[in-house]
Every structure is written in structure tokens, then in C-alpha cells.
């Protein structure tokens, strides 16, 4: 297993260098529907939750540039984690971060997720969101407005049409990074099994 | 030879057809509820991004064969259903196969739709896909009589179960001649095409979208093309039975869209009932209206 350190200073160099000229144009297309098409799961972990309502509905009218709300983590595309991130949200994040389908990025809200904010010294968030799950793209502020919100989305959809957020990507090549991150603070049982063991056997259903 | 060959072409277009205007009367829904709710909305061709960005998801997801049936056995039902419905009563072209089946067999197709759908959420095992679906057939016991009634009135004031002849047969409309049997089929119509304040299985906010609920991707996709064909297909059949049918084109956009706009507009001006106000209300009210239309129109004249 890499040293978290070498795994983060590869990510910073191949972002930077990061070439899109092996993409077809079927890639190209394919890119600006799922730009022009975005399902967002608001995952309101903390705080900022509240100025997601006004985002999507009448005052800011996200829909109108193809971003909208989606019911559970199967159908959607970005999951939003917003505000401070305590071990036990954390479980369920990545819970429901695992059971989106590929492409699907992150959209991170807020100060704590970028590094801890004025939790910075709490016993029971997490400081930085990058170590646990891939971020496509921080929003920050405390908390960030229904406007910055947007201009994150926009700039969100720009690299998703450019090839660019590719974070599930990393996800899967760093898988043991990442890991090995979450069992440090959640312990061997970062979550359940994806099997239907709960509800076939274990006195379940 | 070339009968067969004719039928097949007329199938495809007729599935294109109700493709394209299915998802563009989808997209529209989605632009005039935004007005309604004074926003501006999504662009009219959004439902085809949704869906195709759908299509090239990728799909990690295994529930077993019944999960994967499931999408497939309702698109089966909903083309079927489309194939029976003539797009216009005095022409060969864009009348599927409703030479070989009458009113019978289109409403008997429109139940295979949940069927599947049943099962193959059954399969998924997610909780609120099954809440879904007993909400949803819970409500489709209600649903269908009053609209069950009007038609079996319309069968009878024409002799004929064929819907070519139902639609050619109209003098004014019927839904001016039998007034009654028109509103009460309007309310199951209204609950057919899922909108307030009849959209108890899917309700986004209590069951998280219910049967779709374990659906991603491509099965996602699957759904959402059915469901605007189905619906394009619903709205020719009403069309067909109550609104004089069509003979071309024009007439028939015509046509759906207005009855389409009406729906929309009741639905968001509506909204959505509990599941046993929904039964309730549909076997006490549309159904009442429906038995006075039906004995009007057998014994009033």
C-alpha cells in the first residue's frame, strides 16, 4: 500500500496535466448530457442544508440549467455533503456515496469540508472530506449563499463537459487510500456488507 | 409478405412518434409546472438529455433476472398497448395492429405494465419500492372503474368494441354528448397519468419515488421511456374514445396536448391526496358520476 502522502502529491501532478486529447467525440457528446443532465442527491449533513431549498425551487430555479433534485442514490449523479462531517454522518456518506452509479461526483458545501472550519479542533468531525471520499469540486463559505451554490454547480458542469471531474475514477484507484482513511476513524466496519444478508438471514425480514 | 413488412414499418414509426412527442410533452410538463410555480424552468428537450445520460450510466446494481424483467415486461406493455391504439380512425397508416384487437385487449395490455413493475420491484428488495407498488394497486382498483364504466357505456351506444369505429362515430364529441361518462373518466385518466392529487405511488417526498426507487441507469432510462410512451399512448386512446379521434397529425398533437395541458393544470393546482382518500374518493365520486352517465346514455335517450 502507498503512503497517503506519495498517493496525494500523484493526484496533485496529474490534475495538472491532465489531457483530454484521447476522448472521441462520442466522449465529447456523452459529456455535455451528463453536464446538461444533473440529479443531485442534497445530502444536508450539517448546517448548510438550508440553503439548498431555495436553490432548487422558485427563487434560484436550479432546474432551469438541468439540475435537479433526486430521490434516492441510485438515480443520482452528484451528491452535495454540506457543512461539518461527525464520524457517525461520515458512515452514511460514504454509504450512500458507494451506492451511486458511475460517472457520479462530489460536491463539497462549506468551510468544514475543505479543513474543518471553526470545527477545526472538534473531537468528532472529520477535517478534510478529500481524505475520506473524492471531491469534484469545493464550494466554500460559512455558509456558502444559494448564488455560490450555483456558480459551483456551473463550474462543476464546465469540468464535467471539458472530461475533466473524474473523482470516481480516483476513487476506485485509490480505493486502499481512501480505505484506510475511513477505518481510521470509523474502525474495521466502515459499513455493512452489500450483500442481502440483513434482511435474507440475521433474523432480518 | 409485404402486409407483414408494411405492419412493421408502421410499428417503428408509430414507436418513434410516440417516443419523440412522449418525451416532448414530458419536457413540456416539466416547463409549465415550472410556470405555474413561477420559475423558469427546463428547456423542452431536457427529458432527452435526462434519459440519455441515463443510457450511458454505468450499472453496477444485481437484484437477480426478475429485477432486470421488470423494466422490460412495462416497456413490452406499453408498446403493446400503443401498437392496439389507431393514431387516426380512417387510415391504414399508424394503425398498428388494432385490426387484429379491439378495446378488450388494450385494456387488458394496460395491466401488464404494473404487473411487471410489481415484480420487478418485488425483486429489488428496497423497501420503499415496495410501499410504492401496494400504494399503487392499492389506487388501481379505484382508478380503473369509473374509467371501466365509461367505456363499457361507450361499447354499448356504439355496438362496437373497435376503437376505429368508437372515434369515427361521433357527431359532436363525446365527451359533449355523454358529458357524465366524460368526467368520470377524466378522473381516472387524471390518476393514470400520475398527477395530483392521484400520484400516491411515486410520491416523491413520502416513498422517495417508490417503485423507481432501487432503479438506476439504464433500467432508469427504460422506465422513463416507457412511461412517456405510455402516456402518449393514453392520451391517443382518450383522444380516440371521447374527443372525436383524429385524421391527421395536426389534429391528433392537437388534441393530446390540450387534454394533456388540462391534466397538467389540475395537477398542479391540486395537491396529493392520502392512499385511502384517493380510493375514497375515486369509488364514491368519478364512479357515481360514471353509473348516472352510463344509465343516461343507455336509458335517457
Known amino acids: ?205 | 409478405m409485404v402486409e407483414y413488412e408494411m405492419i412493421v414499418i408502421d410499428l417503428f414509426l408509430m414507436l418513434v412518434s410516440a417516443y419523440v412527442v412522449g418525451f416532448l410533452y414530458y419536457g413540456l410538463y416539466r416547463n409549465i409546472t415550472a410556470r405555474f410555480q413561477r420559475r423558469i424552468g427546463p428547456p423542452v428537450t431536457q427529458s432527452f438529455y435526462d434519459s440519455i445520460k441515463f443510457w450511458v450510466k454505468e450499472e453496477t446494481l444485481s437484484h437477480g433476472w426478475m429485477f432486470y424483467l421488470g423494466p422490460v415486461i412495462m416497456m413490452a406493455g406499453a408498446l403493446m398497448t400503443l401498437f392496439f391504439i389507431p393514431f387516426f380512425y380512417q387510415s391504414d397508416a399508424f394503425s398498428g395492429l388494432s385490426r387484429y384487437g379491439n378495446l378488450f385487449v388494450v385494456l387488458y395490455l394496460m395491466m401488464l405494465g404494473p404487473l411487471g413493475n410489481a415484480m420487478g420491484v418485488g425483486a429489488g428488495g428496497s423497501p420503499f419500492g415496495a410501499m410504492g407498488v401496494t400504494r399503487g394497486l392499492t389506487r388501481l382498483f379505484a382508478m380503473e372503474l369509473p374509467f371501466y364504466i365509461a367505456v363499457i357505456a361507450l361499447m354499448s351506444i356504439n355496438h362496437s368494441a373497435d376503437i376505429a369505429t368508437i372515434a369515427a362515430h361521433q357527431e359532436s364529441y363525446n365527451a359533449f354528448s355523454y358529458p357524465l361518462l366524460f368526467i368520470g373518466a377524466l378522473f381516472s385518466f387524471i390518476a393514470m397519468m400520475g398527477q395530483s392529487p392521484f400520484d400516491v405511488p411515486g410520491a416523491p417526498v413520502e416513498v422517495y419515488s417508490g417503485p423507481a426507487s432501487e432503479f438506476s441507469g439504464k433500467f432508469l432510462a427504460l422506465l422513463m421511456s416507457q412511461s412517456a410512451i405510455f402516456s402518449f399512448a393514453k392520451l391517443v386512446l382518450m383522444v380516440n374514445l371521447f374527443l372525436g379521434g383524429a385524421s391527421g397529425f395536426a389534429e391528433l398533437l392537437l388534441k393530446t396536448f390540450a387534454l394533456f395541458v388540462f391534466v397538467i393544470a389540475f395537477g398542479a393546482l391540486y395537491g396529493r391526496f392520502k392512499t385511502p382518500q384517493s380510493v375514497d374518493f375515486l369509488v364514491k365520486v368519478p364512479t357515481g358520476i360514471a353509473v348516472v352517465g352510463l344509465l343516461l346514455a343507455i336509458y335517457g335517450g
Open chain 1, 1 to 205: 500500500m502507498e503512503e497517503g502522502f506519495l498517493i496525494q502529491q500523484r493526484q496533485m501532478e496529474s490534475d495538472l496535466s491532465s489531457d483530454t486529447s484521447h476522448k472521441s467525440s462520442v466522449d465529447f457528446l456523452m459529456n455535455w448530457f451528463r453536464k446538461r443532465s444533473i440529479f443531485v442527491l442534497a445530502y444536508g449533513t450539517g448546517c448548510g442544508a438550508i440553503e439548498m431549498p431555495p436553490t432548487f425551487t422558485s427563487r434560484y430555479d436550479a432546474e432551469r440549467l438541468g439540475i435537479r433534485g433526486a430521490a434516492t442514490p441510485r438515480q443520482a449523479d452528484v451528491i452535495i455533503v454540506s457543512g461539518y462531517c461527525s464520524y457517525k454522518t461520515l458512515r452514511r456518506i460514504i454509504r450512500t456515496y458507494e451506492q451511486m452509479a458511475n460517472p457520479k461526483y462530489v460536491l463539497a458545501l462549506g468551510s468544514c469540508t475543505v479543513n474543518g472550519g471553526m470545527y477545526w479542533d472538534s473531537y468528532n468531525t472529520i477535517k478534510k472530506l478529500e481524505d475520506y471520499i473524492p471531491v469534484d469540486m469545493y464550494v466554500s463559505g460559512c455558509m456558502p449563499r444559494p448564488e455560490s451554490i450555483l456558480e459551483g454547480f456551473l463550474a462543476l458542469q464546465k469540468e464535467i463537459a471539458e472530461g475533466k471531474a473524474s473523482s470516481w475514477q480516483r476513487y476506485e484507484e485509490n480505493y486502499e487510500f481512501y480505505r484506510k482513511n475511513q477505518e481510521k476513524v470509523l474502525g474495521r466496519n466502515v459499513a455493512p456488507a452489500y450483500d442481502a444478508d440483513w434482511y435474507l438471514y440475521d433474523g432480518g425480514l
